[in-house]
């Protein structure tokens, strides 16, 4: 592994092991084993599909750097959005259970990400119990994102579905170091926001203005500017701790037993 490699190693392992910090004790053995297992790192220009819905999944990867759009094109040729991978995250982890995705997973901006075989991360977890609670906390980490993505397709209005995905995406780039409070890097278009949120363009850019005119928001040229970060939160009804189980005071922390 080059030296830069190394650095940028040390780097996402401490974005991924910050995400799941409070939930259990990170010991040095599962530092170690990110170590072994990820070493090659690849780079992915912007556009470039990882994998293609019904496609083979292949090798799951860890992303280091870069936003990862996964997402689900229908048959009249409309498309939802899913979710995004960000630095710290997993993108096709169902390659340890399947073999062909019912997504696809696409690199929205310039992509470098840890290639991992499945053999290779399936041997390791077969060994490491810690790593395994690791990779359980990221499982559930998504379930608790697409649960959410649920309640906002089924039961908030537009309004409020554009606030929490905004509240979601800020808290998100907060957990693994983005600390700006005013100003957020978002490489997101409104087309693809409303892909997110099941809404029209037209819809999605009406209430971006509404934002805009109430000092509340405004998003322009993939730049989230923050105002009142307070009233957008009301506004959403958002509450992140469905998103870091650290700030959950019900948490269970759990760790193997020792035998």
């Not at 530092?31 to 090798?59: H, M, N, S, W």
Request: charged fraction near 25%; aromatic fraction near 8%.
């Amino acid at each position: 592994m080059a030296v830069t490699e190394e650095t940028e190693l040390v780097q996402l392992t401490e974005i991924l092991l910050k995400k799941v910090a409070g939930f259990f004790e990170v010991n040095d053995e599962v530092r170690a084993t990110f170590y072994e297992i990820c070493t090659d790192l690849e780079e992915f220009d912007a556009g470039t599909v990882i994998v293609p819905q019904g496609g083979d999944y292949g090798d799951i990867f860890l992303l280091e750097r870069g936003w990862v759009v996964r997402s689900r094109h229908l048959e009249n040729g409309a498309r939802q959005i899913v979710n995004v991978a960000l630095p710290g995250d997993f993108v096709a982890m169902n390659a340890l259970l399947f073999s062909t995705s019912d997504f696809e997973l696409s690199c929205k901006t310039d992509v470098a990400a840890f290639r991992l075989p499945a053999d290779r991360l399936g041997n390791a977890l077969s060994r490491d119990a810690m790593l395994s609670a690791a990779l359980f906390w990221v499982n559930a980490h998504e379930e608790s994102l697409l649960a959410e993505r649920i309640v906002s397709l089924g039961r908030r209005s537009a309004r409020q579905r554009t606030a929490h995905v905004l509240c979601e995406l800020i808290s998100r780039l907060e957990i693994i170091g983005i600390m700006d409070p005013e100003m957020f890097v978002i490489p997101m278009s409104q087309e693809e926001f409303a892909d997110i949120l099941g809404i029209s363009v037209v819809h999605m850019n009406k209430t971006l203005r509404t934002f805009e005119r109430e000092g509340v928001v405004s998003f322009r040229n993939a730049i989230l500017m923050v105002q009142d970060r307070k009233k957008l939160e009301i506004e959403a009804g958002f509450d992140n701790g469905y998103l870091h189980f650290a700030r959950r005071e019900d948490r269970n922390a759990w760790r193997p037993k020792r035998y």
